[in-house]
């Protein structure tokens, strides 16, 4: 090495520890991207706290229970709306390809906050009330959930396919939206079809 | 309840401990829940009773967050003139002992140069 290589190898070293020193400056003005990607998670459990045993068969005057669940993964506190609706199989469901909500009205709804990487549980009681039979279909006339008693008026087509009266209650997640300061459909849903035959 | 949740946001993004105020909003929260679903089936005194204790929680909540926004902003701007000068005193540092270094070495090769005899080749 001659005496050009050698000044070339201390400018080089001169100029890491330089960048090192001044480290604690740069980080106020070079921020680094967030790594991995911003989402939301939506999840509901039997009532063994396992994705097993969902209620189904279902009877009036019977309590049944779930878990219902969020997952806070958006790099910031949050501020979220669960929606609990109760659909037949021909109420429209949400769209989340189109970030559509159902058209049905909650029957029971979760506000809650959230900070970044923290989850929410509940556990969710339901029971059907009353129902009725009105020539081939079964109305559905009152709900409880978590205790609190709803009047809804859902008529049950018989599914001659699959032999039962069929509903789904399902949760949509909606969540606040600061720059419009309103709720806003976040494009997930989960629930579970239950037949109401027995 | 919008309000508190933005200031809340506000003195997260200073780099405040919020998880209290997200406790006391959640308290706030449960009392909103209630309030919409009793203005849903027409029980509007209860919706009032429970919208107005969430009212409450809420504006509680803004000042809250307004000081822990404050104070975070203060520890910020402390923290960056911290950053500022152990930087500026780090790179002086670096640059004279790189500068002192240098001519050490400088003077080095060049006195280990000068010591070298000249080799004659016979071919």
């Known amino acids: ?198 | 309840m919008a309000r508190a949740y933005e200031a809340v946001l506000d003195a997260e993004r200073f780099g405040a401990d919020i998880s209290g105020l997200l406790v006391r909003l959640n308290d706030a929260a449960v009392l909103l829940s209630e309030a919409r679903m009793a203005f849903d089936v027409e029980d509007f005194e209860e919706a009032t009773r429970f919208a107005e204790s969430a009212s409450e929680v809420g504006y509680k909540v803004v000042d809250e967050a307004e000081l822990l926004e404050i104070e975070a902003n203060n520890a910020q701007v402390h923290r960056s003139w911290w950053f500022l000068v152990t930087s500026a005193l780090g790179v002086s540092v670096v640059l004279v002992a790189s500068l002192l270094g240098y001519e050490y070495f400088k003077r080095r090769y060049y006195r280990r140069l000068s010591k070298m005899r000249p080799r004659v080749g016979v071919s």
């Not at chain 1, 029971?127 to 109305?139: H, K």
């Open chain 1, 1 to 198: 090495m001659n005496f050009e290589d050698y000044r070339t190898l201390f400018q080089v070293g001169s100029l890491v520890f330089v960048l090192l020193a001044a480290s604690p400056a740069l980080s106020l003005v070079v921020s680094f991207p967030r790594g991995g990607e911003s989402f939301s998670e939506l999840w509901l459990l039997g009532p063994n706290h396992m994705a097993e045993d969902y209620p189904f068969n279902v009877q009036a005057g019977e309590s049944y229970s779930l878990f219902l669940g969020v997952g806070n993964h958006l790099g910031h506190s949050a501020y979220y709306l669960v929606c609990a609706k109760f659909r037949n199989q021909t109420q429209p469901l949400p769209n989340a390809s189109s970030s559509e909500p159902s058209s049905l009205s909650s029957i029971y709804e979760f506000q809650f906050f959230l900070a970044d990487g923290d989850v929410w549980e509940t556990p969710v009681t339901f029971e059907i009330l009353g129902a009725s039979v009105q020539g081939d279909s079964l109305v559905v006339e009152s709900v409880s959930v978590n205790d609190r008693i709803l009047q809804v008026v859902c008529p049950l087509i018989w599914d001659s396919e699959y032999s039962g009266f069929y509903f789904q209650l399902f949760f949509e997640l909606w969540l606040y939206n600061s720059a419009r300061s309103s709720f806003e459909f976040h494009d997930r849903f989960v629930g579970i079809w239950l037949n109401m035959t027995g």
